[in-house]
T-cell receptor, first 114, second 113 residues
Framework: KNQVEQSPQSLIILEGKNCTLQ??????????LRWYKQDTGRGPVSLTI?????NTKSNGRYTATLDADTKQSSLHITASQLSDSASYIC?????????????FGDGTTLTVKP | NAGVMQNPRHLVRRRGQEARLRCSPM?????VYWYRQLPEEGLKFMVY????????ESGMPKERFSAEFPKEGPSILRIQQVVRGDSAAYFC???????????FGSGTQLSVL
């Protein structure tokens, strides 16, 4: 069964600090992995997409890594800001399914405090 | 280019009533997906539609729930005879093609009294 596990479930950090969110998956055969940011009361917004051959991808202060061998991904946030407070969702797609039916993790809720 | 538009943002229904949730995809997008998100949980896939066709409804409850994406107009998620357990946020997403990035709407928060 395809699964995506995210950790930690929630995280509180001080403004300006860095943090790393984890995503482990068992989706196979693997197609791609996306990280989404979901602000409270809003829909998710895509941050990055990683394919099998990519190890690292950055989007501003967000850097995603992928280890396809161990089926792990991480999202590193540098110099956190209050606006980073949100839920971060890891979504993994299989080549056998369309993007919309990908496997969603339950998300990590990040709270950045001043 | 407007994003994915969902309405209403909030919908309150009493048990037994019908709920109709609307989703207008981004311009040029022909693929629409509906998801349900319960409090403190992740998004769960419900149904995938293209114009006038239901492609995959494997995540949809067998009874009371239906979805359509007509040739003209928005996609509709319809819940008949709502129960308290239907209370959730319902998100719609669209994409221009199969396997491409999803763009999400802001969701409809359904509350069943």
């Amino acid at each position: 069964k395809n699964q995506v596990e995210q950790s930690p479930q929630s995280l509180i950090i001080l403004e300006g600090k860095n943090c790393t969110l984890q995503c482990n998956y068992t989706v196979s055969p693997f197609s791609n992995l996306r990280w989404y940011k979901q602000d409270t009361g809003r829909g998710p917004v895509s941050l990055t997409i990683m394919t099998f051959s990519e190890n690292t991808k950055s989007n501003g202060r967000y850097t995603a890594t992928l280890d396809a061998d161990t089926k792990q991904s991480s999202l590193h946030i540098t110099a956190s800001q209050l606006s980073d407070s949100a839920s971060y969702i890891c979504v993994v797609s299989s080549i056998n399914t369309n993007a919309g039916k990908s496997t969603f993790g339950d998300g990590t809720t990040l709270t950045v405090k001043p | 280019n407007a994003g994915v538009m969902q309405n209403p943002r909030h919908l309150v229904r009493r048990r037994g009533q019908e709920a109709r949730l609307r989703c207008s995809p981004m311009k040029g997008h022909s693929h629409v997906y509906w998801y349900r998100q319960l409090p403190e949980e992740g998004l769960k896939f419900m149904v995938y539609l293209q114009k006038e066709n239901i492609i995959d409804e494997s995540g949809m409850p067998k009874e009371r729930f239906s979805a359509e994406f007509p040739k003209e107009g928005p996609s509709i998620l319809r819940i008949q005879q709502v129960v308290r357990g239907d209370s959730a946020a319902y998100f719609c997403a669209s994409s221009p093609g199969l396997g491409e990035k999803l763009f999400f709407g802001s969701g409809t928060q359904l509350s069943v009294l």
